[in-house]
T-cell receptor, first 114, second 113 residues
């Protein structure tokens, strides 16, 4: 794996509680992404960051917030978890200095909201 | 926005046969098309990619073709092996959406021994 660590790897939480997922990279890549993966939907972008304190919304951002205070860390927060946010969450990083450069994915965090 | 469709959703082949997965995209400005392989319990890993100025790319048993006019691209796996069994995702990236990737829904490939 390309120097990406997601924590925790598994989490069970109750509806209405806040949850924060962490993505840590050692590659010094500028771009970081949070995706969720659900059956039949593939990978859908939640939020992304293109630099420290520079973030933007993706396709499914409602109910999620992010923060990036350091190049290496990108946090995803569910302010008040709901059952519809039960999913597998993947962090990805990318350099993208030129056209057509890939994104590298972490191992994923399986979140269950009960 | 960009929309990526992928077919088939499941594919079973006999070991040694070829497998083909097809994707279409909607944004003519898309210029980069990676393919990812995801094994159970792991994150997606890039297996091959193609840029919009290239029609075909090959890497050993894997090849990707791109038809910009028709806005579709395909993954070809020859001489399939049981370890090719996984979920495969295509994706497209357009400068219209920054550096974001839009993924297809995935194809579950099973290679039967």
């Amino acid at each position: 794996d390309a120097g990406i660590t997601q924590s925790p790897r598994h989490k069970v939480t109750e509806t209405g509680t806040p949850v924060t997922l962490r993505c840590h990279q050692t590659e010094n890549h500028r771009y970081m992404y949070w995706y969720r993966q659900d059956p039949g939907h593939g990978l859908r972008l939640i939020h992304y960051s293109y630099g420290v304190k520079d973030t933007d919304k993706g396709e499914v951002s409602d109910g999620y917030s992010v923060s990036r205070s350091k190049t290496e860390d990108f946090l995803l927060t569910l302010e008040s978890a709901t059952s519809s946010q039960t999913s597998v969450y993947f962090c990805a990083i990318g350099d993208h200095r030129g056209p057509g450069t890939e994104a590298f994915f972490g191992q994923g965090t399986r979140l269950t909201v009960v | 926005g960009e929309n990526v469709e992928q077919h088939p959703s499941t594919l079973s082949v006999q070991e040694g046969d070829s497998a083909v997965i097809k994707c279409t995209y909607s944004d003519s400005a898309s210029n980069y098309f990676p393919w990812y392989k995801q094994e159970l319990g792991k994150g997606p890993q890039l297996i091959i990619d193609i840029r919009s100025n290239v029609g075909e790319k090959k890497d050993q048993r894997i090849a990707v073709t791109l038809n910009k006019t028709a806005k579709h691209f395909s993954l070809h796996i020859t001489e399939t092996q049981p370890e090719d069994s996984a979920v495969y995702f295509c994706a497209a990236r357009s400068d219209n959406y920054g550096q974001n990737f839009v993924f297809g829904p995935g194809t579950r490939l099973s290679v039967l021994p």
